[in-house]
């Protein structure tokens, strides 16, 4: 069947509840469910998503329930750090991250909201977080009077994907293959979480999104991946870009800070671009939740950096 629009699926059952993980070390930071959009400085724009900045004694079934009754694309939960993972004292945690249908390795946007909901609350400056992919280094700094969030990937990595998976890949989403950009060609990046990017010709096939939802979930849990990084190239340095993410119960991710950073790796692999760029990544736009992120490259150094904005939504 497929699907068209934003609603979310109903969560799986959740599983069996560990042994709840330590509270991190301020006293500024609440067990409340906060509420913030990434990669825009509108509440009506960007991604939504859910921090809980003290999720002390929350196991992953109660973690799971809540990502799954705010029905946002991904809800991030802090707790202290491991003792080896370094960062300053008090700007160090261990953050995981829910779907509405499951846990997932890393996520972006989560991860700008929560940033700036920390920068709030203690300040900007570094942050150091323990994630499923890995650490990742998180810095936040005021540019005319916005908190800005700049996150740097785990090591990246982009595969070839087999002639078979694009071939069902392109069944279900009804694209021609034809409708492909030759330029562009469909690779596998990883920066955290697995994302095959594909590239449309042109701007009203990107636009033009209305996927069959089950079968390219399956397709997607044989191949671990998170979603699917659909782009259009406007520019030498400016993408649109659309993620489908059924696997996460979403039909699509307003705004991708994980699949943004393996799109880094994809262009950088490619030749797309210089070993030095920044690339301007335009997502939500056809949702009517425009959001921007900003793609770095720095030579010498394989990671890749993302930034954005983020600000609280309005819960009344």
């Known amino acids: ?41 509108d509440p ?15 196991d992953d079934a109660a973690r799971l329930a809540i990502a799954a009754g705010l029905g946002y694309s991904e809800t991030a939960f802090l707790t202290a750090p491991p003792e080896d993972l370094g960062g300053e004292p008090g700007r160090a945690f261990t953050v995981r991250f829910f779907s509405p249908l499951a846990e997932v390795a890393f996520c972006g946007h989560a991860t700008v909201a929560t940033a700036v909901a920390l920068a709030e609350r203690i300040g900007p400056g570094d942050l150091l977080f323990a994630t499923q992919a890995g650490p990742v280094p998180v810095t936040v700094r005021e540019v005319d009077g916005t908190l800005q969030a700049t996150l740097t990937s785990v090591a990246p990595h982009v595969s070839d994907v087999a002639e078979a998976d694009l071939t069902e890949a392109l069944a ?19 920066a955290g979480n697995n994302h095959l990017v594909l590239a449309a010709a042109t701007r009203d096939r990107l636009a033009a999104l209305d996927y069959d939802f089950d079968r390219l979930a399956a397709l997607m849990h044989r191949l671990g991946l998170t979603t699917l990084q659909l782009v259009w190239r406007a520019s030498d340095a400016v993408f649109h870009v659309r993620d489908p993410f059924p696997v996460g119960g979403v039909v699509e991710d307003p705004a991708t800070g994980a699949a943004a950073a393996a799109f880094g790796a994809y262009a950088r692999e490619l030749g797309l671009v210089k070993d030095s760029a920044t690339l301007t990544l335009h997502q939500g736009e056809d949702l009517g939740r425009p959001g921007l992120l900003t793609v770095e490259l720095r030579e010498g150094d394989a990671r890749v950096h993302v930034s954005g904005t983020a600000t609280v939504i309005d819960e009344g």
């Open 44 to 58: 009506k724009g960007g991604n939504p998503a859910g921090v809980v900045l003290d999720a002390t004694g929350l």
């Open 1 to 41: 069947m497929a699907h068209n629009d934003t609603a979310q699926d109903a969560a799986r059952p959740a599983p069996g509840a560990p042994t709840p993980e330590a509270a991190p070390a301020s006293g500024a930071l609440t067990s409340e469910v906060l509420r913030y959009t990434a990669f825009s400085d």
């Open 172 to 190: 279900a989403l009804d694209w021609p293959a034809a409708d492909l950009d030759p330029a562009l060609p469909p690779r596998i990046a990883f």
